[in-house]
T-cell receptor
């Protein structure tokens, strides 16, 4: 089945550690996105990539990094510079019609 | 500054009645609008969309209305069912640009 796979679903991190969240899609979509959701807030854009080997910062990119070496993969690294990393992270890809398809999400908790 | 606003954080409706979820936006360049439904600890799923060339789009029990002059859109669900209980996000974008999401409205349909 086509879709977006995020892993891990749950992740615990100690302060000062970097962690990487995986996002893989087999929908053949060019554009991919990372969002963060906090309680009572909408989805906020961290980074997005319109094409392989290219990505742009979103509204809250500080403390995060991404890579887009393959069309199917758009991993997000939460670095120790991110001051408040505990959140629900959502990866999405966009089809040519403009619709976003989301993964199941990854919940990161900093201990 | 929040470009897409959902001013009602929650809504309760009796089963069989109409649910009306509202969304306001500030950017007149937005020309594509979507509604997503989200269950806890899952990724959002696409519900319905509308482009700025239309003022209404219908899909089964779901209808989205767009009032461009008021910069307002609404999602009508009729008849509401208990399985519709979820958080609903509206999103908007301008051509080729990122999506902006509202903060969500939590709908509870009471059996």
């Amino acid at each position: 089945d086509g879709g977006i796979t995020q892993s891990p679903k749950y992740l615990f991190r100690k302060e000062g550690q970097n962690v990487t969240l995986s996002c893989e899609q087999n929908l053949n979509h060019d554009a991919m996105y990372w969002y963060r959701q906090d309680p009572g807030q909408g989805l906020r854009l961290i980074y997005y990539s319109q094409i392989v080997n290219d990505f742009q910062k979103g509204d809250i990119a500080e403390g995060y990094s991404v890579s887009r070496e393959k069309k199917e993969s758009f991993p997000l690294t939460v670095t120790s510079a991110q001051k408040n990393p505990t959140a629900f992270y959502l990866c999405a890809s966009k089809d040519r019609g403009g619709e976003l398809f989301f993964g199941e999400g990854s919940r990161l908790t900093v201990l | 500054d929040q470009q897409v606003k959902q001013n009602s954080p929650s809504l309760s409706v009796q089963e069989g009645r109409i649910s009306i979820l509202n969304c306001d936006y500030t950017n007149s360049m937005f020309d594509y609008f979507l509604w997503y439904k989200k269950y806890p600890a899952e990724g959002p799923t696409f519900l319905i969309s509308i482009s700025s060339i239309k003022d209404k789009n219908e899909d089964g029990r779901f209808t989205v209305f767009l009032n461009k002059s008021a910069k307002h859109l609404s999602l009508h669900i009729v008849p509401s069912q208990p399985g519709d209980s979820a958080v609903y996000f509206c999103a908007a974008s301008a051509v080729g640009n990122q999506f902006y999401f509202g903060t969500g409205t939590s709908l509870t349909v009471i059996p």
